[in-house]
């Protein structure tokens, strides 16, 4: 592959927080446009994970962190990710960025990261030199879809830089039922990563499609 090719992971963040949200993402999965999922697997079921096994996806570990230390918590959900997966998780993140913030933190789970050789998502230039600077490797760029709409994402296509770029997306479908400050913005979002424009984009550019296995 190329080094200077324009590389993008489009990861799909809270799979297993609801079925609603999780069909949306396989639907996009299906349709070759998310190369990756984050799972919440403290919410995450049997089932839920046995629909991603299907589909040759990059399934991460998506951290959601209380309060005090976050190392005995990052151990009880990899537990829970190999019980659900029977592997582990291909790259590592955090709900609303919980895996960032703090450097004991930060030092927990590149620790964690390290001890799988696994990539670490990180959304600030101090932080890719702190995961990489302990020998991890992180998308050369980050970019959020979060509310974004057709115009602007099909136009960040054009804007991408050359290296590996992670797009964070919410793709789902509403749940009537959910406590999620993000709903119905998910479905507006797969209606995004679905479209013919964003495909023709896509190719337009010469954007490759990769996942976090191939960073």
Known sequence: MAVNMKQLIINADDYGRSEFFDRGIIEATMQGIVTSTSVMVLRCSAE??????????S???HL?????DAAPQIKEQDKRFKQLFGCSPTHVDGHKD???RDDETKQAVADYAKSL??????HYEFDRKF???QGLKTADNIQLLLRKNAFQVVQSVGELKE???EWVSNPGYTDPNSDSTLNAEREEELKILLSMELKAALE????????????
Request: glycine share 8%; proline share 2%.
């Open 48 to 57: 839920a994970a046995q629909m991603l096994k299907d589909f040759d996806v």
């Open 59 to 61: 399934v991460g570990l």
């Open 64 to 68: 959601e962190l209380a309060e005090g």
């Open 98 to 100: 919980a895996h960032i």
């Open 117 to 122: 050789s696994i990539p670490v998502r990180a």
């Open 131 to 133: 995961f990489r600077g």
């Open 163 to 165: 290296g590996a770029t």
């Open 204 to 215: 337009k550019n010469d954007v490759y499609l990769i996942d976090f296995r191939e960073l």
